[in-house]
């Protein structure tokens, strides 16, 4: 059982399970470290955590393009449907079993507003657990909070984390979220995209390997791990 999970720079990413692809956050063309085109990526669903820019990014112009399906909290898909986007929305709490497997929303600690300024709802991380049984969180933009001990009883085998700082949650927290968490592997992001979220994510991963049990991977934009 495996899943391909490509980092893309910021929080945009691609995850590859049971014959499907699912992007994730995709801001692509205006993201200063991605080193691939919008065009070139053909995904099958498109997960978006909250409205802001550098997460909703080209989901639009991808999902017209390829007809994937966008899912979101229920008021971003609105916004997106209104715009011709075929979505299906959620609510935190809440899971459905698409078919790449179950999804769950969960709560991140940040805001949502949409890019014209309509009300973008909650922000969300994910919880997914592919058809094969693989666990993998992406917290979304958040501070910490200690509810994070809750998702991982569901036992995480990659957790997604910021550790930018400044807009989510800083190396420190992210370590502490770590230790909430409990996960078999961790993948920092949403970090040296700008000048204002600059980290060392290596000394990071140190400090990780160090304290924790996790097996922490520090990708370059474009670069890819098999988990
Ligand atoms: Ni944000
Ligand atoms: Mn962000």
């Not at 995709?26 to 909250?50: G, K, M, Q, R």
């Not at 989901?59 to 449907?81: M, Q």
């Not at 935190?92 to 991140?108: D, M, R, S, V």
């Not at 001990?149 to 990659?158: A, F, N, Q, R, S």
Request: proline share 5%.
């Amino acid at each position: 059982m495996t899943c391909d999970i490509t980092w893309y720079g910021h929080a945009a990413l691609g995850l590859k399970t049971g014959g499907y692809t699912i992007l994730i956050d995709p801001f692509i063309t205006d993201n200063p470290v991605a080193n691939v085109n919008a065009n070139e990526l053909n995904p099958d669903f498109i997960l978006v955590s909250h409205g802001h820019g550098d997460h909703l990014g080209d989901t639009i112009p991808i999902a017209k393009r390829t007809g994937a399906l966008v899912i979101s909290n229920h008021e971003i898909s609105v916004w997106l449907s209104n715009q011709g986007v075929t979505t299906h929305g959620q609510h935190i709490g809440g899971g459905h079993e698409h078919p790449f497997g179950y999804l769950k929303l969960t709560q991140a600690l940040h805001g949502s507003g949409l890019p014209d300024g309509s009300y973008g709802g909650n922000p969300a991380g994910f919880l997914m657990t592919t058809k094969e049984g693989l666990k993998i969180y992406f917290a979304g933009d958040t501070g910490l909070f200690s509810d994070m001990k809750l998702i991982g009883e569901e036992g995480i085998d990659m957790a997604i984390l910021p550790i930018g700082d400044n807009f989510t949650m800083g190396p420190d927290d992210a370590l502490r979220a770590v230790k909430f968490l409990n996960p078999k592997h961790v993948l920092p992001i949403h970090y040296n995209t700008f000048e204002l979220i600059s980290q060392d994510a290596n000394s990071w991963s140190d400090r990780v390997i160090k304290e924790t049990g996790a097996k922490v991977h520090v990708l370059k934009p474009g670069e890819s791990i098999t988990i």
